[in-house]
């Protein structure tokens, strides 16, 4: 097992090798950079740019280097110093920026995670044990539902509903006379308020595609011959649901973690635009915009790492939830 | 079915050893459109330490009836009526009445009565130990600790002569091999000493030998603690090797009962004749009965010289080790025009990979195959694509499951007609009256061929795929355990209707079996195979009756004989290597 997690981790070094090359790649792509883009800006507000004053700032920034040197300085920073860079557009370290952005992140991305995992789990087994009954068909129009229906949508509908019901200021993740103010339990629960409407909205397809998948495992795994062994065991109907079948359908589940980490900080960009959630999407898609290459292009390699960490997450609880896996 | 007054006069004077007693068990299941009565008016009577064998062919209602004894019916089911009394101290318990979910149930089930079930494949879990699901059962029915109950899972592995039970006892089961998790099995129902044991097909997935040592085994574990056993099977062989009564389950009615030499001795009831009938006729050669000539001096057609295929073998990207398999190792044999040779072995012994690498869809590692047309010698194995195309026109194969080697979305005709439409030689009229023709040569209505494969039963089936394979004019037949999914009677119609159609067209099979009785009945030569090698060739007589390798004399003197007087399993000969 313990040789099994190394070998994994050291494949995991050319991968992260061949991904901060394709970051970097990403962001270097459209013409210009941020000294073009903010001349453009600057220009738009009627501001004279000196033309040599224009080479100065390319020559500080390094955008005259060739493009491998400018690789090798940004990577060697990051692997040798921590330093993920500059940002051009707020004048702060990268690093600093990010962080600032990560914790809240997590919070809602586990967050939410854990809201699909509670909902999904007792509907998905509920619809497979009861399949082509009442309750079923309600959970299935359900879930159909909260798939279909787009995210900023229902971020928008919740938002008027709390507004209008609870007379609740949203938006954000606190109260306006929270938001600088440091920790306390008045905090806290004023978080708890905000919290449930963009786990909510992040959570709804999520959910309603785990139910789908469980479901459909499950019903297969109901009728295996495993399944009435345990019963002629003598074990009562809900242990032997949720002891055999069960744990075998929930691999899906599991493999869902390696994707549902990435997903939570670039998918639900829009979601966190309208919620205006302090969360890294909307920073990412402020530097792409603005061509702020430091700052990008540490969100894409940051969001690789994180999908490689999920993968091996759900691996390793792969393995230790279906010994077939371990033993091959 | 057994008039009562007859019943109560002959079971009378034995009642007190009676533990469980059906009367007039009726099931239904409600289908999208019908409801099907699984079994009507079922009366059986399981004694202490007796062996009752509930024998019908498939569909006929055996393990529902096995199953409702324990009151596990699946959701659209129900007991319609009937009793289902388990005799008890303190009186008879009803356990049609008993509430699904009711303590009392659950205390029956695995603690008087243990199940063990057909698929050693999928009957146990795969994700967690054979000891914890073990221990599971022992602490259901008792008040023990875990470490005491894990003792007692390992004696109870012991018993059930797994190797090293105390090692054992914490490996999952896709360790074990499949007689091994049927032992595990077995350990599970004897948890808590059940009065009585329910064998559901304990060894039909199972090789020969291994179907011998595991129903020595059930056998001994029974009269040591004295059970009542009901052991289902379609295996007339494995009913006269173990069993004290008999009662034939046809169309979800008991048609017949009685002891086993009543059974098979003086059998009342036509269908139990006509199952004894298909099972004895296996029992003979009729391909000796059939043969125009003997083929000694007849030319060869398929040659096959030092045949070896190896998995495995080749070096991981980082050096890993990997070991080799010899799957099939140096095999040379001759098939004569116009001879049927069979090809017996267990499973893992490599033949389906030999059959495989006549027709080349595996590449052989090593050796040459060689096939004598009407025109000159081809050599297989250094055959281009397009030479390889006509060679399958002339060598063609009939696979094992009927239900998985037909096309649903395809007619029968669409079906029949597709190696004449690949090969393009004929079509139009001229393709549709092939189509007919080849049906009819396989006894099957041409007005049938606009149908899809749904529609017929599994014997219906393989005769589909047998006009298929015959649709070219083949020369040669590889069938790959093609009777292997029917039912005996099936089973015997089938290897007669390829009988006949060898008669009127110039064909040689190579039949593939696991079966010895099937390949008697069938073969003028049959080779052996034991772990990839050609352990002996000879004439079927001369294999089955007087084999010469000790291998050979094992796997024979395993197969049970269909004769309660003559019982020849339990004084087997055992191979060791």
């Known amino acids: 097992m313990l040789r099994y997690v190394i070998k994994r981790i050291l494949y995991m070094i050319p991968t992260l090798f061949g991904l901060s090359l394709i970051a970097f790649m990403i962001i270097q792509l459209p013409p210009g950079d941020y000294v073009t883009s903010m001349i453009a800006s600057m220009q738009d507000s009627g501001a004279n740019v000196d033309p040599r004053q224009v080479e100065r700032l390319r020559e500080i920034y390094g955008f005259n280097d060739p493009i491998w040197v400018q690789y090798f300085k940004w990577i060697s920073g990051i692997l040798l110093r921590g330093d993920f860079g500059y940002s051009f557009e707020w004048n702060r370290p990268v690093a600093e920026l990010i962080w600032e952005r990560m914790g809240s992140t997590l919070a809602i991305s586990i967050a939410s995670l854990l809201f699909v995992w509670a909902v999904a789990l007792p509907i998905g087994i509920y619809s497979a044990v009861r399949r082509h009954t009442v309750g079923d068909y309600f959970f299935t129009l359900v879930g159909f539902v909260g798939l279909a229906v787009p995210n900023f949508i229902l971020a928008l509908a919740l938002m008027y509903f709390s507004y209008r019901y609870f007379g609740q200021s949203v938006g954000g993740l606190f109260s306006p006379e929270y938001v600088e103010a440091p920790w306390s339990w008045g905090k806290f629960v004023d978080l708890l308020g905000h919290l449930w409407i963009p786990i909510i909205v992040i959570g709804t397809s999520g959910t309603a595609a785990l139910i789908r998948v469980l479901r459909a495992n499950l019903s297969d795994e109901l009728h295996k011959p495993y399944v009435i062994t345990a019963k002629a065991k003598g074990l009562p109907g809900y242990k032997v649901v949720l002891k055999y079948p069960v744990r075998i359908a929930l691999n899906p589940f599991v493999s869902a973690i390696g994707w549902v980490l990435p997903e939570l900080i670039s998918g639900v960009t829009i979601t966190a635009i309208v919620l205006n959630l302090p969360t890294a999407g909307p920073l990412l898609l402020r530097s792409l915009i603005s061509q702020d290459m430091y700052l990008a292009g540490s969100f894409i390699l940051l969001m690789g790492v994180l999908t490689l960490i999920g993968m091996l997450v759900s691996d390793l609880l792969l393995a230790l939830l279906d010994p077939r896996i371990r033993f091959t | ?577």
């Open chain 2, 1 to 577: 079915m057994l008039t009562s007054p007859e019943m109560t006069a002959r079971t009378a004077d034995l009642d007190e050893d009676v533990v469980l007693e059906v009367q007039d068990l009726s099931l239904d299941f409600r289908l999208r459109t019908e409801v099907l009565h699984a079994a009507r008016n079922v009366n059986l009577k399981l004694r202490r330490g007796k062996t009752l064998c509930l024998v019908g062919e498939s569909g006929s209602g055996k393990s529902v009836t096995a199953r409702a004894l324990m009151h596990i019916i699946d959701r659209n089911g129900a007991i319609a009526g009937g009793r289902i009394l388990l005799k008890d101290q303190k009186g008879d318990i009803d356990i049609a009445t008993l509430d699904e979910r009711g303590k009392e149930l659950l205390s029956i089930r695995g603690g008087r009565i243990g199940l063990i079930f057909q698929e050693p494949m999928s009957s146990l879990s795969p994700v967690h130990t054979i000891g914890s699901q073990i221990i599971e059962a022992v602490r259901l029915h008792s008040r023990m600790n875990k470490s005491e109950a894990r003792e007692r899972t390992i004696d109870l592995l012991r018993q059930v002569e797994i190797p090293n039970p105390d090692k054992m006892v914490d490996r999952y089961t896709f360790e074990f091999s499949g007689g091994m998790r049927q032992r595990a099995m077995i350990a599970m129902a004897l948890a808590s000493d059940p009065d009585i044991l329910i064998a559901d097909e304990p060894t039909t997935a199972l090789d020969v030998t291994t179907q011998a040592e595991i129903l020595d085994l059930i056998k001994r574990l029974q009269e040591s603690r004295s059970m009542a056993m009901l052991l289902i099977t379609h295996d007339m062989g494995v009913v006269a090797e173990v069993a004290d009564e008999v009662a034939v389950m046809h169309f979800g009615r008991i048609v017949e009962f009685g002891s086993v030499d009543e059974i098979f001795y003086t059998p009342k009831h036509a269908y139990t004749q006509r199952l004894l009938d298909s099972t004895v006729k296996l029992e003979q050669n009729r391909r000796a009965a059939t043969r125009v000539e003997t083929p000694v001096g007849q030319e060869i057609i398929l040659s096959a010289r030092n045949l070896t295929k190896v998995y495995g073998a080749t070096k991981g990207w980082l050096g890993g080790k990997s070991f080799a398999l010899k799957a099939v190792d140096d095999v040379s044999f001759d098939l004569r025009a116009g001879e049927n040779l069979g090809i017996v072995g267990e499973s893992g012994s490599g033949k389906t990979t030999l059959g495989r690498m006549l027709l080349r869809t595996v590449e052989p590692t090593s050796g040459d195959v060689t096939f004598f047309g009407q025109e000159a010698p081809v050599e297989v194995t250094g055959l281009s694509k397009r030479g390889l195309r006509d060679f399958h026109r002339q060598v063609r194969l009939v696979f094992q499951d009927p239900f998985a080697s037909l096309n649903p979305r395809m007619t029968v005709r669409d079906i029949v007609g597709d190696p004449l439409v690949v090969a393009s030689t004929l079509s139009g009229k001229a393709l549709d009256d092939r189509v007919a023709e080849l049906l009819e040569l396989v006894g099957l209505d041409p007005a049938m061929r606009e149908r899809y494969p749904h529609a017929f039963s599994g014997g219906q089936r393989q005769r589909i795929g047998i006009a298929r394979a015959l649709a070219l004019d083949p020369r040669i037949i590889i069938a790959d355990e093609a009777t292997a999914a029917l039912d005996v009677s099936i089973r015997a119609q089938i290897l007669d209707l390829l009988l006949s159609i060898q008669k009127r067209l110039d064909l040689s099979f190579i039949f593939i079996s696991h079966d010895i009785s099937v390949v008697r009945y069938f073969c003028d030569r049959v080779a052996v195979m034991h772990r990839g090698k050609l352990v002996e060739l000879g004439t079927a007589e001369q294999i089955c009756t007087a084999p010469r390798e000790a291998y050979t004399k094992s796997l024979i003197s395993a197969v049970p004989n269909p004769d309660p007087r003559n019982k020849r399993m339990m004084h087997r000969t055992r191979f060791r290597a």
